[in-house]
């Protein structure tokens, strides 16, 4: 699915790089642990997380992933969104918890595919 | 041989908050220099791993990348504490972190499992009370 897709099924507010929105995504992954996502994603392109702050943003540039979602309704703060902006990474909210936004995501066939590297 | 190009960097330790910049620098240069995507990330996970570490528990280092022919060399030097065990230290799950880093995302005992991970060689020296150097080689043939 597009980006525009998946701020569309989560209902989520855009934060940065909305020229992004038509980027393709096949896969995505929910997670709160950082080095989790560094040890087991791969090929993902979307994260769906409940922390926030600027680590979250650089553990998606060193996996390539190109859109990160925060859950539960939390707010990035600028400085978050200016590394992502500078990063080309489409950042957004939704108020929807992780599990529920994961649930709809994978419904609506965007399944996860972790692979251990 | 010819000389490698080395890319060096001072690690801050002061603050969690902005480790990772010479990580995210370094994927820049590589991405500059055109090398493979996927050695490129295992480049800049192990590096970034490292440096998260580096900030965690040792206030910070040096990193030297160096780029030669055949491979791509991560040097990584500190003046912490020092590891007590590094067959402990090298088990997933095994972590001395503060709950503050924890409740950041980090600490949960993968650094250094995910270092040897994406790295075809690591070697760790290390002393007490004086520092450790981690040397990861991510071969390029």
């Keep these: ?117 | 041989m010819s000389e490698p190009l080395v890319f060096h960097f001072d690690i801050d330790g002061e603050d969690f908050i902005s480790a990772g910049q010479a990580s995210i620098q370094i994927k820049k240069n590589l991405r500059r220099i055109g090398l493979d995507p996927e050695i490129i990330r295992r480049v800049s996970i192990a590096m970034y791993e490292g440096e998260i570490n580096m900030v965690i528990h040792a206030k910070g280092g040096e990193a030297d990348v160096k780029l030669y022919e055949d491979r791509i060399e991560i040097i990584l030097a500190d003046k912490g504490p020092g590891i007590k065990n590094i067959d402990e230290a090298m088990q997933e799950g095994f972590s001395t972190a503060s709950d503050t880093i924890r409740s950041l995302g980090f600490g949960a005992g993968m650094g250094l499992p995910n270092m040897k991970r994406y790295s075809d060689e690591m070697e760790i020296n290390t002393e007490i009370g004086v520092g450790t150097t981690v040397r990861m080689v991510i071969k390029l043939a």
Excluded: H, W
């Excluded at chain 1, 791969?42 to 925060?70: E, H, S, W």
């Excluded at chain 1, 992780?98 to 595919?113: D, M, P, Q, V, W």
């Design chain 1, 1 to 117: 699915m597009k980006i525009k897709d998946l701020k569309e099924l989560l209902d989520a507010e855009v934060f940065c790089c909305e020229e992004n929105l038509g980027r393709q995504i096949d896969s995505a992954c929910g997670c709160d642990l950082m080095s989790d996502v560094l040890a087991y994603v791969k090929d993902q392109g979307a994260l769906l997380t409940g922390l926030v702050n600027p680590q979250v943003v650089r553990t998606a540039v060193m996996m390539d992933l190109i859109c990160i979602v925060f859950v539960r309704s939390k707010e990035p703060t600028e400085d978050i969104v200016e590394l992502a902006r500078e990063n080309g990474i489409v950042v957004m909210n939704t108020s929807k918890r992780l599990y529920e936004a994961c649930g709809i995501l994978y419904s609506n066939g965007l399944t996860g595919k972790v692979k251990n590297s």
